[in-house]
């Protein structure tokens, strides 16, 4: 049974296809379009790393062919390599048939990375383009400058933006001048013991002076609040947006605004919100007594984003630390596993690892998935690369209100899986689930490969501390 939404909101902007004269020496013309050509094939990841080889050894031969820089660092990108894509960039900013296309997608790497002063600058000194105003409108959301905002488009563009992404600008500019997430600390840190841990650990927070008990789920964005939740407080919508969930079933969000959000010894004022309907399948049980627990709310990314945040399952609790470089660097000098990140779009926190052996494969880390068995969802062509049959495996489909916030009625299949590594971390012996994931989560905003989503019963081992600005996971 899946508990919650796999995810609130993940909107498409692929970087653009380059279209090149054929013949060597001609003049040669650019056009963008909205998606790349791999993109329609769906190739594996082994498929991408051998054209990969393929052009590096024409590459080898031909150093100054342009075009076959551009094609080599588009599939560095969709394979996940940054640091390669961004190599292959470096040549092409001085070209002017390239310039602008390699400008902005060096603003993608950037933003990928965190690095979201620089990621701002390079999208300003490119051409005032949709894309570029859009990618400068998720900066702005995850470094709080809602102000800015503001004055992104122009008439014709705020025609051409997407419902989600105009829900994201009227949520930010109903802000005005008010600063998102301001902090407010009674002590050097916060503290959140689990109420339970029977599926999700569960914790309380107070919602405008009100008492509410919440799961904590990476794989949502915004705080989220349960609508007759919402309705209690006299919260209302600011806008909406269509969400995507499991097995590719959709539902309808709303933003809103809490005043107050308290955690413990710290509380948040100004804090952007979703409002949704929770399946009644939500049912949430403390494991001492068997009592239910009312929940009506999900602790979100989008919240661990302004702390060093230490999700404890060992110690069942949750540690809000402020965003300090003394606390970083004590997290930085614990012992343990210490594992880059990248953040796309609003809140997908993703890493690389491999599955039965397959290095490189990119999971992102989804800790509101509690299927009682699964530890992580594939997609189809990461089953191939992986080299796990589909036949192999057990099929069933969720009843309708066993899915996510979309509901069931999609079909699913229990894979055994020998192994599952993320840096130093190494499980064996561990079920998968293919059918759960929409096939357009495949290729990620930036259009790079997202193999698949590791979830609560990989990461509930673990002290998990998340540092948002060395991009760093640690687990202990």
């Not at 300003?124 to 409108?137: E, M, P, Y």
């Not at 209302?236 to 995507?244: D, P």
Request: a negative charge; hydrophobic letters at 40%.
């Amino acid at each position: 049974m899946f508990k919650r939404l796999l995810a609130l909101s993940f909107v498409f902007s692929f970087i653009p296809l380059i279209t090149v004269a054929a013949e060597k020496g001609t003049n040669t013309e650019l056009t963008a379009s909205t998606s790349m050509k791999s993109h329609d094939e769906r190739l594996d990841r082994g498929e991408y790393l051998n054209r990969i080889a393929l052009k590096e050894r024409r590459l080898s031969a031909d150093p100054s062919n342009k075009t076959l820089l551009w094609d080599l660092m588009q599939d560095e990108l969709i394979a996940g390599n940054l640091d390669k894509a961004e190599k292959y960039l470096k040549p092409l900013l001085s070209d002017p048939h390239y310039a602008n296309n390699a400008l902005y997608t060096q603003g993608v790497v950037h933003y990928l990375k965190g690095d979201y002063v620089q990621a701002e600058a390079l999208f300003r000194k490119g051409a005032r383009d949709l894309k570029s105003r859009i990618k400068l409108l998720y900066i702005y959301y995850q470094t709080g400058q809602y102000s800015k905002a503001r004055e992104l488009f122009d008439d014709d563009q705020l025609k051409s933006l997407s419902k989600n992404d105009i829900a994201l600008l009227t949520l930010m500019s109903s802000f005005g001048s008010a600063q998102p997430y301001r902090l407010d600390w009674k002590a050097d840190k916060a503290v959140l013991p689990f109420i339970s841990m029977n599926n999700l650990p569960v914790v309380s927070v107070m919602v405008n002076g009100q008492p509410v008990n919440v799961f904590i789920d990476t794989g949502a964005d915004l705080f989220v609040i349960k609508s007759e939740m919402a309705k209690t407080l006299g919260l209302t919508s600011q806008a909406s947006f269509t969400g995507t969930y499991a097995g590719g079933k959709t539902a309808e969000i709303n933003h809103s605004r809490l005043q107050t959000l308290g955690l413990g010894d710290v509380t948040l004022h100004d804090v952007p919100v979703d409002i949704a309907d929770f399946p009644e399948s939500w049912v949430f049980t403390d494991e001492r007594t068997g009592k239910k627990i009312d929940i009506d709310g999900i602790l979100s990314t989008g919240v661990f984003h302004q702390f060093l945040t230490t999700m404890d399952y060992p110690e069942r609790q949750l540690v809000l630390m402020p965003r300090r470089k003394i606390s970083q660097r004590e997290v930085s000098e614990r012992d343990g596993s210490h594992i880059p990140f990248i953040l796309e779009g609003t809140h997908f926190m993703i890493v690389k690892g491999a599955v039965n052996g397959k290095e490189g494969m990119t999971f992102f880390l989804d800790s509101g998935l509690d299927d009682p068995d699964a530890s992580i969802l594939l997609q189809k062509e990461a089953l191939n690369y992986a080299g796990l049959k589909l036949q192999d495996g057990e099929r069933y489909a969720p009843d309708d209100n066993k899915g996510g916030l979309g509901g069931g009625g999609f079909a699913v299949t229990r894979l055994p899986i020998d192994s599952v590594s993320v840096g130093a971390l190494h499980q064996k012996g561990l079920t998968g689930l293919y059918g759960v994931l929409p096939e357009q989560l495949y290729f990620t905003e930036s259009g790079m490969i997202l193999d698949g989503f590791l979830s609560h019963q990989f990461l509930r081992h673990y002290k998990w501390t998340i540092d948002f600005d060395a991009m760093m996971m640690t687990f202990q």
